[in-house]
């Protein structure tokens, strides 16, 4: 009698019901609505989450490691007045504290380029390639040059560079703070092989020399050493007791530390 036995007078038009639509009239939204409310509160929990150990992992870097371009910014004056504060520190007449700026709402350090007082990887750098290519040359005078003796004195010289890198983060975990940069603690370090390489170069042109240069450098690096640390200890960690015997022995003992280091890497072939 009709055309569709599924169809009723007075209904033809009418989309057919959904039998489960009319037993859960609210399914289809809690359906359509649930991953929706899933997903944006996952990716608000993410975000935080990630974004609150980015900054986790960002402050602890930057808390031991520095951005190593920071070492290379340097010009012909700053090396100039660096290696007069290194080489002879009873003649440096201004502070020993680095100047600070504000950047990106954290207390930051102006580069060498701005700053002597600032650490720089370049002089240490190229103080332990002078020392390299004295060490050859002092060699050659000797009638000892090889490429292993040569290959000898650089890894002790690398070995020096990290018993220094040592002594000085030790120092500072035995005082109760270990927290400066690591590129800072190396670069202190590197330092050694201006006054090193100073020495071998006066022996090389007097002999006798060496034996007036080695201890008045070491007296020269102890001394620039214990006013660095101590300005690190007191400025930058803030656990430097002012009156603190402990802490006093213990500066001390790092720059008498400083005599057979350096007469120990300025020992070449046996001379």
Known sequence: ????????????????????????????????????????????????????????MQSNISRYFSNPQYYF???????????????????????????SEPVAGRLSYKPPIYDINAPDLYIPLMSFGTYVVLAGFTLGL???????????QFTRGLIGWVLQFVLLKGLLYSMGSGEAPLLDMFSYGGYAFTGISLAIFGRILWRY????????????????????????????????????????YLLLLMAVAQFPLFFWLGSIGGA
């Open 142 to 152: 000797l009638g000892k040059f090889s490429p292993e003796a040569l290959s000898m």
């Open 209 to 248: 020399s060496y034996y007036f240069l080695m201890p008045w450098m070491c007296l020269c690096m102890g001394v620039f050493l214990v006013k660095t640390m101590k300005r690190v200890l007191f400025t930058e960690m803030r656990t430097y007791e002012k009156h603190s015997s402990r802490h006093h």
């Open 73 to 99: 910014q340097v010009n012909d004056q700053y090396v100039k007045n660096k290696l007069k504060v290194v080489l002879f520190p009873f003649l440096h007449r201004g502070h020993w504290t680095r100047i």
């Open 1 to 56: 009698m009709y055309d569709n036995p599924g169809t009723r007078p007075g209904m033809q038009g009418m989309p057919p019901l959904n039998p489960q639509s009319q037993q859960n009239p609210f399914g289809n939204a809690f359906y359509t609505a649930g991953p929706g409310l899933i997903r944006t509160g996952l990716g608000a929990y993410g975000e935080k989450f990630f974004g609150s150990s980015s900054e986790f």
